[in-house]
């Protein structure tokens, strides 16, 4: 009998166990077992060709229609083409040489169905396009077979496959399996499971793999969710808990101190959002335990007053604050605007205020060490920094708060290594994101933080109107476009212009959409500066910024925008996030379909924030009704990043989403999908929350226990490989 836990190596033949390991990573048979089928081949039906992508490994299942034999024009001899269609007489076809020429026509008949394993390609333009698999794998689906037990079930399971290992090779070995499988310790209890209607966990994976019909397949799919959400919402459970724990230095707020000083000099009104927030914050920074909270909110919603409010609270208790970003534009750019909101306050000394250093990797020798001295003797209430400030010499004082920002830049790893900085006990943390989240992720991706949503904008901001400008189908619009960019501009008022890419041989900036092999490269920033300047702009005053710009230089640029100085900026992301100049009134984002949604929701965000109208201008070469041009239309149709957020969910793959901001999570979620499953994953973590409030260390749960450290085992070995 097999276990779980037993290596593929004693439970399947040496070869079969080596190819699952090299080429999917499965080593023991539950990873095999939990290896689940991307779909299932009804009998009597055939694969939609009609969703193919190129150089996609696939598997189809297809009826044998022709062969024919081709001559080969540069060695002599011949090759085998056979023609596949699908339930729509859509047709792939399959190229076979030499031998494996021979021995395909001794087994493909015109009338015979099969599965066939292959790397998808194509050859033909536009309409005359056809699809190929070339030398493909395949296995044939004989009726007067099925009695052998191969094809029996009315539902054939089609597996995630690879080169060298085909989805039959992947079921047989899974038979293999079940047939010897010896008991299985279920994790879920007989109540719970009784409570959401669940079956066990046996028969769930007998029934994923071997399903009599759809019926089995939905019940079974449900549980294994289940299993995924439950498991997840344990570990954030537990590490909520934990960090809770901790010891952390009570940062109560003044009556009086730098932060009344600093709301008594507001040229504004706090939004009620921003108000409730902060007290929310308060509240926490008060406590003797670490703060983990998260703060969303739109773009331009006010999240930096709030953390600058929350960061005073802490220098007025006397501690120190550090806000970590991404990228040295938005630490120079969150050190001015700090610096600049606070005033007299930010030069300390004898106006009772606290110093503001900047602190990243490219600062002068002097600078740098300035900067850490004021950090180390805790001259400097508040840091700004890169994660130049993660390294283990930079210091500090009392490191009361952590300000994140952009937290999907940075990994799990980075953000506990400050709060180790913090000495004895823990650090607050605030984490900060501009990209929206929907509720289920905030439930899984940040599951051990506490969320605050900052929803209302502030007044001033003006509403910011957004085109898809077709570039191919309607070049006519496009030079529209840069007519409007000169009316605003002869208005007084400023603009960017965003490329993907620098220039030659330069890296892009930013989550670029993937693209094909067909189409040309991404414009680049100084190809496009120059023929901005030298034809459709010619006469403004125009700069360039991106990110392997001397840091100095790219300082200078922004100062320079922000002082009027410059009328067009043309830029890579570099500006995606904290850039606040309230003068730039229209954007034009260049192969905009070359960006994601919620890059270019950030983007767009740039404008509109000093009281102008502002105006986004996506210029795309996709036609429509493509995906691409989709997405755009998408991005044009609303402000609502929640909304943007979810379209922008729903076009990238999970793992996507969940492994840039938790280790290991990748390799968690197989089946369960985080827009779709909101019901699975909001009983789960109730669920959870009930359990681990009773029994915190799950001494009456040891087999889920076991689980929960065998994925805390999974996450540190992926780290590990990572560094």
């Not at 540069?74 to 085998?80: E, F, H, M, N, Q």
């Not at 957020?645 to 999570?665: C, F, P, T």
């Amino acid at each position: 009998m097999t276990s779980f836990d037993e290596p593929l190596t004693k439970a399947l033949d040496p070869k079969t166990a080596r190819l699952l390991e090299s080429v999917l990573g499965l080593r023991t048979v539950g990873d095999l077992l939990r290896h689940y089928p991307r779909r299932y081949a009804q009998r009597g039906e055939l694969t939609d060709l009609d969703d193919l992508k190129v150089d996609e490994h696939v598997t189809v299942v297809g009826e044998v229609t022709r062969l024919m034999r081709k001559p080969m024009r540069s060695k002599g001899g011949t090759w085998l083409e056979v023609e596949v269609v699908d339930g729509r007489r859509s047709k792939i076809y399959l190229s076979f040489f030499g031998k494996a020429s021979h021995i395909a026509e001794t087994r493909l008949r015109p009338g015979a169905r099969g599965m066939f394993a292959g790397k998808v390609g194509a050859f033909g333009q536009g309409e005359r396009r056809k699809w190929q698999l070339s030398h493909p794998e395949f296995e044939m689906i004989d009726e007067s077979e099925t009695e052998a037990g191969e094809f029996a079930a009315a539902l054939v399971p089609i597996y995630p496959a690879g080169k060298d290992v085909t989805p039959w090779a992947i079921r047989r070995a899974l038979g293999v399996i079940l047939d010897t499988l010896g008991p299985i310790d279920d994790p879920l209890s007989d109540a719970l499971r009784t409570r959401h209607g669940l079956p066990g966990l046996a028969e769930a994976l007998t029934a994923i793999h071997r399903p009599r019909d759809h019926g089995d397949v939905t019940r079974a799919r449900r549980r294994l969710k289940f299993d995924e959400a439950f498991l997840l919402q344990a570990v954030l459970m537990q590490r909520r808990m934990a960090a809770e724990a901790w010891p952390a230095t009570p940062r109560p707020r003044r009556g009086d101190g730098l932060l009344a000083d600093f709301d008594g000099r507001l040229p504004f009104t706090l939004t009620e959002g921003q108000q409730s927030v902060g007290e929310e914050i308060a509240a926490d920074l008060s406590r003797p335990h670490p703060m983990h909270r998260l703060l969303q909110g739109e773009v331009g919603a006010g999240k930096t007053v709030v953390a600058l409010r929350a960061m005073l609270q802490v220098v007025d208790a006397g501690g120190q604050a550090v806000l970590l970003a991404p990228t040295e534009v938005l630490a120079q750019q969150h050190h001015r605007s700090i610096s600049a909101m606070l005033g007299d306050l930010a030069t300390g000394g004898m106006f009772g205020g606290t110093a503001v250093a900047l602190l990243t990797g490219s600062l002068g020798a002097a600078a740098r060490r300035t900067a850490m001295l004021d950090a180390a003797s805790g001259a400097a209430g508040i840091v700004v920094g890169t994660h130049a400030v993660l390294q283990e010499k930079v210091q500090f004082a009392d490191l009361g708060l952590v300000v994140v920002d952009e937290q999907h830049r940075f990994g799990v790893e980075q953000r506990d290594a400050l709060r180790e900085k913090a000495g004895g006990g823990r650090p607050h943390v605030l984490v900060m994101t501009a990209t929206p989240i929907p509720r289920t992720v905030a439930m899984t991706v940040f599951g051990d933080l506490t969320v605050s949503t900052l929803s209302q904008l502030p007044s001033g901001r003006a509403p910011i109107t957004t085109h898809v400008v077709p570039a191919a189908e309607k070049p006519h619009f496009l030079d529209r476009t840069w007519t409007r960019l000169r009316e605003e501009v002869g208005l007084g008022r400023q603009a960017y212009v965003v490329c993907p890419r620098i220039g030659d041989l330069e890296g892009d900036e930013g989550d670029l959409a993937k693209t094909d092999d067909e189409r040309r490269p991404p414009l680049a920033v100084l190809d496009v500066a120059e023929m901005l300047s030298q034809g459709p702009l010619h006469g403004l005053r125009t700069q360039v910024l991106h990110g392997k710009l001397p840091p100095e230089e790219k300082d200078a640029v922004m100062r320079a925008f922000a002082r009027g100085e410059v009328d067009v900026l043309v830029a890579t992301t570099v500006i995606e996030v904290g850039v606040d100049v309230p003068n730039s009134s229209v954007m034009v984002i260049m192969d905009a379909d070359r960006f994601g949604v919620s890059q270019l929701h950030q983007l767009r965000g740039r404008v509109g924030r000093g009281g102008l109208p502002g105006l986004c201008l996506l210029v795309s070469e996709s036609p429509a009704g493509t995906p691409a041009r989709e997405r755009l239309d998408a991005v044009a149709a609303t402000l609502d990043g929640f909304e943007l957020s979810r379209v922008d969910l729903e076009q990238r793959r999970e793992g996507d989403v969940l492994g840039v901001a938790q280790s290991g999570r990748r390799s968690s979620l197989k089946m369960l999908r985080l827009l779709r499953d909101e019901d699975i994953i909001e009983s789960a973590r109730q669920e959870a929350e009930t359990m681990l409030t009773a029994d915190p260390d799950l001494v009456a749960h040891p087999v889920l226990r076991t689980e929960i450290e065998r994925l805390l085992a999974d996450e540190r070995a992926e780290y590990l490989e990572k560094t």
